[in-house]
C-alpha cells in the first residue's frame, strides 16, 4: 500500500513494478546483496583506518562529536550508481562540521581560514526596499565572508528546516536532511550525477525544463516522457509507459529509477499540477519504485490563492527530493537555494560538495538568512504574494499583447504561474531557422522549444517568451516583429 498523508491509503500497486529485493533493513532495493555487502565491508575497512588515523593524532577527544565518516546509504542505494557508492567524507570537512557545533573550549589550530585582520572589508552591508538596513561586522562579518560546513550555516539550516515545516508539513527529520545548495540547479545536479549512468532512462513531463534536459545528455539518457495536456499532466500516459517498459524487460530501454517533476509553473509551459494529479503521481512512483525529483523554483509564484500541496508533503514512504530556491523572489545572482531528502540522499550531496564548492556563499547565506529573520513567517508569505501578483499582472499584459498580435498566428495556453508564456506556432513545422536566423535579423530573439523537448533533434513548432523582466512598450514591438515573422515563416513553408 501507498498511504497518502493527506489523501488516505492507496490501492494495492501492480504486483510486477513492486518486485523488490529485500535490503535487510525492512526497506526494499533494487540492487542485489552483493553491491550492499561490497560497500558494507569497504565502509568497514575506512571507518577502521579513520579512527586509527584519529586516534594516533588524539582527535578522538571526547571535546568533539563524534566524527560523521559513513557513507554508504541505506535503502536509497539503488538510486545510486557506482561514482556515488565510492564517495568518502573529507576528514578536514568532517572536522570543521564538528567544531561549528563543538564547545567553546575547544581550541581547533588545524584550520585554514584567513584571518579577519587580512579581509579587505571593514562591513559589509545591504538596505531593503521597505528601509531595514543590515550591517555585518565584527563576528558576524567573519561568519559571512569566510569558510562554513558544507551542510550550510547552522542557523540558516535550521532556519531552513522551520521553512520546510511551516510550509509543507512538518517532516520527520530523523529520516530527511536539508543542506544549502546555490541554487536549486546546484542540488539537482548533483543529485543526477549521483544516480544516473550511461543510458539510464528517466521519467519526465514533456515539454522539460532545459537544465535537466541538457544536465542528463551526456548520459545519453532515455527520457520517458508524459505530455501536458488540457487537464494537467496525462498521467495515464505515463503509467501505461512504464507498464509497457516492465513488461517487456526490453534490452533497448532501462527500467527508469527517477521521476523528475516541476510542478508549481513549469518551465517553460506555466502549467501548475493539481494537487489530486500529485496523488495520482506519487502513486505511480511508488508502484515502480521511482526516486521523486521535485524541481520547485517558482513554488511561490503560482497564480493560484493558495499554495499548493508538494510531493515532499505526501511523501510517506520517504522517495522525495524536493529543490527549492530563493532566486526568482530574492535574485537569482545570489544562488540561493537547498536541497530537502532522504539523509542517505543529502549525504551524498555533501560529500559531492565537500571536494567541489565546498559549500554555497557564505555571504549570500547570511543574508538570506537576516531577510528571513527580518520578514518573519507572515512576513516573508505577504512579500512572495506581492511578487506573485506582479507577474501575474505582466502575465495578464502579455497575454493581451498575444491576443492582438498573434491571434490566428498561433495558440497558447495562460500561464498558471511563472513568468514564461507557451506559444504554438501554426503552420510552421519547426521554428529552429525562425528563431535562430530570421528572427535575429528582425531584432527579435526568442527561446525555441527544441531546447525543453525531451527529443530536441525532432522539428518543433513551440517558442518560449518571458513576461519577467522586458518593459512592456518593448514587449509589444517584440509581438509585432514576431507577427510579421510568422507570416514570411507561414509562406515559407507553404512553399516547401
Same mark, same amino acid.
Given at each position: 500500500?501507498?498511504?497518502?498523508?493527506?489523501?488516505?491509503?492507496?490501492?494495492?500497486?501492480?504486483?510486477?513494478?513492486? $518486485?523488490?529485493?529485500?535490503?535487510?533493513?525492512?526497506?526494499?532495493?533494487?540492487?542485489?546483496?552483493?553491491?550492499?555487502?561490497?560497500?558494507?565491508?569497504?565502509?568497514?575497512?575506512?571507518?577502521?583506518?579513520?579512527?586509527?588515523?584519529?586516534?594516533?593524532?588524539?582527535?578522538?577527544?571526547? +571535546?568533539?562529536?563524534? @566524527?560523521?565518516t559513513k557513507n554508504v546509504p541505506g535503502e536509497h542505494t539503488s538510486f545510486m550508481n557506482e561514482l556515488a557508492l565510492e564517495r568518502k567524507p573529507s576528514i578536514l570537512?568532517?572536522?570543521?562540521?564538528?567544531?561549528?557545533?563543538?564547545?567553546?573550549?575547544?581550541?581547533?589550530?588545524?584550520?585554514?581560514?584567513?584571518?579577519?585582520?587580512?579581509?579587505?572589508?571593514?562591513?559589509?552591508?545591504?538596505?531593503?526596499?521597505?528601509?531595514?538596513?543590515?550591517?555585518?561586522?565584527?563576528?558576524?562579518?567573519?561568519?559571512?565572508?569566510?569558510?562554513?560546513?558544507?551542510?550550510?550555516?547552522?542557523?540558516?539550516?535550521?532556519?531552513?528546516?522551520?521553512?520546510?515545516?511551516?510550509?509543507?508539513?512538518?517532516?520527520?527529520?530523523?529520516?530527511?536532511?536539508?543542506?544549502?545548495?546555490?541554487?536549486?540547479?546546484?542540488?539537482?545536479?548533483?543529485?543526477?550525477?549521483?544516480?544516473?549512468?550511461?543510458?539510464? +532512462?528517466?521519467?519526465?513531463?514533456?515539454?522539460?525544463?532545459?537544465?535537466?534536459?541538457?544536465?542528463?545528455?551526456?548520459?545519453?539518457?532515455?527520457?520517458?516522457?508524459?505530455?501536458?495536456?488540457?487537464?494537467? @499532466?496525462?498521467?495515464?500516459?505515463?503509467?501505461?509507459?512504464?507498464?509497457?517498459?516492465?513488461?517487456?524487460?526490453?534490452?533497448?530501454?532501462?527500467?527508469? $529509477?527517477?521521476?523528475?517533476?516541476?510542478?508549481?509553473?513549469?518551465?517553460?509551459?506555466?502549467?501548475?499540477?493539481?494537487?489530486?494529479?500529485?496523488?495520482?503521481?506519487?502513486?505511480?512512483?511508488? %508502484?515502480?519504485?521511482?526516486?521523486?525529483? %521535485?524541481?520547485?523554483?517558482?513554488?511561490?509564484?503560482?497564480?493560484?490563492?493558495?499554495?499548493?500541496?508538494?510531493?515532499?508533503?505526501?511523501?510517506?514512504?520517504?522517495?522525495?527530493?524536493?529543490?527549492?530556491?530563493?532566486?526568482?523572489?530574492?535574485?537569482?545572482?545570489?544562488?540561493?537555494?537547498?536541497?530537502?531528502?532522504? $539523509?542517505?540522499?543529502?549525504?551524498?550531496?555533501?560529500?559531492?560538495?565537500?571536494?567541489?564548492? @565546498?559549500?554555497?556563499?557564505?555571504?549570500?547565506?547570511?543574508?538570506?538568512?537576516?531577510?528571513?529573520?527580518?520578514?518573519?513567517?507572515?512576513?516573508?508569505?505577504?512579500?512572495?504574494?506581492?511578487?506573485?501578483?506582479?507577474?501575474?499582472?505582466?502575465?495578464?499584459q502579455m497575454v493581451a499583447l498575444a491576443d492582438k498580435y498573434l491571434t490566428g498566428l498561433a495558440e497558447w495556453d495562460v500561464p498558471e504561474g511563472g513568468m514564461f508564456?507557451?506559444?504554438?506556432v501554426k503552420g510552421v513545422s519547426d521554428v529552429l531557422a525562425m528563431v535562430m536566423e530570421r528572427g535575429l535579423k528582425k531584432d527579435v530573439m526568442l527561446i525555441p522549444?527544441?531546447?525543453?523537448?525531451?527529443?530536441?533533434?525532432?522539428?518543433?513548432?513551440?517558442?518560449?517568451?518571458?513576461?519577467?523582466?522586458?518593459?512592456?512598450?518593448?514587449?509589444?514591438?517584440?509581438?509585432?516583429?514576431?507577427?510579421? @515573422?510568422?507570416?514570411?515563416?507561414? +509562406?515559407?513553408?507553404?512553399?516547401?
Amino acid at each position: 500500500m501507498c498511504p497518502l498523508a493527506a489523501g488516505g491509503d492507496w490501492p494495492a500497486a501492480s504486483a510486477e513494478p513492486r $518486485k523488490r529485493v529485500p535490503s535487510g533493513r525492512g526497506t526494499y532495493s533494487r540492487d542485489p546483496h552483493s553491491r550492499r555487502e561490497g560497500c558494507r565491508s569497504s565502509f568497514q575497512a575506512l571507518r577502521a583506518h579513520q579512527r586509527f588515523t584519529m586516534r594516533k593524532f588524539g582527535l578522538l577527544s571526547k +571535546a568533539l562529536p563524534k @566524527l560523521q565518516t559513513k557513507n554508504v546509504p541505506g535503502e536509497h542505494t539503488s538510486f545510486m550508481n557506482e561514482l556515488a557508492l565510492e564517495r568518502k567524507p573529507s576528514i578536514l570537512r568532517e572536522l570543521m562540521k564538528n567544531h561549528a557545533t563543538a564547545s567553546k573550549n575547544v581550541v581547533f589550530i588545524g584550520e585554514g581560514l584567513p584571518h579577519p585582520e587580512t579581509i579587505p572589508f571593514s562591513e559589509v552591508s545591504f538596505t531593503l526596499k521597505d528601509g531595514t538596513k543590515k550591517v555585518f561586522t565584527g563576528s558576524e562579518l567573519v561568519t559571512a565572508i569566510n569558510y562554513l560546513p558544507t551542510q550550510g550555516n547552522p542557523k540558516l539550516v535550521q532556519k531552513l528546516r522551520e521553512f520546510m515545516d511551516r510550509f509543507h508539513a512538518p517532516l520527520r527529520w530523523e529520516d530527511r536532511d536539508v543542506i544549502a545548495t546555490a541554487g536549486s540547479q546546484d542540488g539537482l545536479s548533483k543529485v543526477i550525477e549521483m544516480s544516473l549512468q550511461k543510458g539510464d +532512462a528517466i521519467v519526465v513531463a514533456d515539454p522539460v525544463y532545459s537544465g535537466l534536459a541538457s544536465n542528463v545528455r551526456p548520459y545519453k539518457a532515455q527520457l520517458i516522457s508524459a505530455q501536458y495536456r488540457k487537464n494537467g @499532466l496525462d498521467t495515464v500516459e505515463m503509467k501505461d509507459k512504464l507498464t509497457a517498459i516492465w513488461s517487456s524487460r526490453s534490452k533497448d530501454v532501462k527500467i527508469p $529509477k527517477i521521476l523528475y517533476i516541476n510542478p508549481v509553473a513549469n518551465n517553460p509551459s506555466g502549467h501548475v499540477i493539481s494537487d489530486e494529479q500529485k496523488r495520482e503521481i506519487y502513486e505511480i512512483a511508488c %508502484e515502480f519504485n521511482l526516486l521523486v525529483l %521535485e524541481d520547485d523554483p517558482y513554488y511561490f509564484l503560482g497564480f493560484q490563492d493558495e499554495l499548493p500541496k508538494s510531493f515532499l508533503s505526501m511523501d510517506t514512504e520517504n522517495r522525495v527530493v524536493r529543490f527549492d530556491s530563493f532566486s526568482k523572489i530574492f535574485g537569482g545572482g545570489l544562488r540561493a537555494g537547498w536541497m530537502t531528502g532522504p $539523509k542517505e540522499i543529502v549525504r551524498i550531496v555533501e560529500m559531492h560538495m565537500q571536494v567541489s564548492v @565546498l559549500h554555497a556563499s557564505s555571504l549570500t547565506q547570511a543574508i538570506v538568512l537576516q531577510i528571513l529573520e527580518e520578514q518573519g513567517w507572515d512576513g516573508f508569505l505577504d512579500y512572495t504574494k506581492n511578487v506573485k501578483e506582479f507577474y501575474r499582472k505582466r502575465r495578464d499584459q502579455m497575454v493581451a499583447l498575444a491576443d492582438k498580435y498573434l491571434t490566428g498566428l498561433a495558440e497558447w495556453d495562460v500561464p498558471e504561474g511563472g513568468m514564461f508564456l507557451w506559444v504554438k506556432v501554426k503552420g510552421v513545422s519547426d521554428v529552429l531557422a525562425m528563431v535562430m536566423e530570421r528572427g535575429l535579423k528582425k531584432d527579435v530573439m526568442l527561446i525555441p522549444g527544441h531546447a525543453f523537448m525531451s527529443d530536441p533533434t525532432k522539428p518543433c513548432p513551440y517558442i518560449r517568451l518571458s513576461y519577467s523582466l522586458v518593459p512592456m512598450e518593448d514587449v509589444e514591438k517584440a509581438m509585432q516583429r514576431l507577427a510579421e @515573422l510568422i507570416k514570411e515563416e507561414q +509562406a515559407i513553408e507553404s512553399q516547401k
